[in-house]
């Protein structure tokens, strides 16, 4: 584990690579004030406590379900919260999902992968193989750059069970494979 004033050394370098990705971003700083945040994940919920949280908004090609369709449309706009733990950039051996790093979904989305925000009915979960397999390698802009193409790029065959609308999403990508030019 890195001395903490490394890590937000490396944090605030990778910051202007991954502003270069992104429409805007937002950070707060969670280490003055360190509390536990419960965020839902693939294994169930977790309680963790964070150094650092994103606020990252990009544009990435994917859907959303609008109310009472059955139809999605296309959505482009995308926001996902990354919460940074204090073992960042290393992994975590003694945790199931090993990655120094959780997400929370923000905006709503139509993806088996992916839970729309807690405020569309969602819990926020992002399903990636990322979150158990991280390599130390990885930084704010190749997480940014996952993200946009984990949106463009759904896995029907690996969908999330809960919500519902995530297997509703892999049926519909099963049949519709989704084609990643979609504007």
């Given at each position: ?20 990705l ?11 004030k ?27 090609p ?70 158990k ?51």
């Amino acid at each position: 584990m890195l001395p903490l004033e490394f890590v937000l050394r490396r944090l605030d370098n990778e910051e202007k690579e991954m502003a270069e990705l992104v429409v805007r971003y937002h950070r707060e700083e969670l280490r003055s004030k360190p509390k536990d945040v419960v965020v839902a994940t693939s294994i169930g919920y977790e309680t963790i406590r964070p150094i650092r949280r994103y606020d990252v908004e990009f544009k990435a090609p994917g859907f959303m379900l609008p109310l009472k369709s059955s139809v999605p449309i296309p959505l482009m706009d995308h926001a996902v919260r990354i919460f940074i733990l204090p073992n960042y950039p290393f992994p975590d051996d003694s945790s199931r999902l090993g990655a120094p790093i959780r997400f929370e979904w923000v905006t709503p989305i139509f993806h088996p992968n992916i839970s729309p925000g807690p405020r569309y009915g969602g819990t926020g979960v992002v399903c990636w193989d990322i979150l158990k397999k991280w390599v130390k390698m990885f930084n704010l802009k190749t997480i940014v750059e996952g993200l946009k193409l984990l949106v463009s790029n759904p896995n029907p065959e690996d969908p999330l069970r809960l919500p519902p609308i995530c297997t509703q999403a892999a049926e519909y990508f099963k049949k519709n494979p989704m084609n990643p030019d979609v504007s």
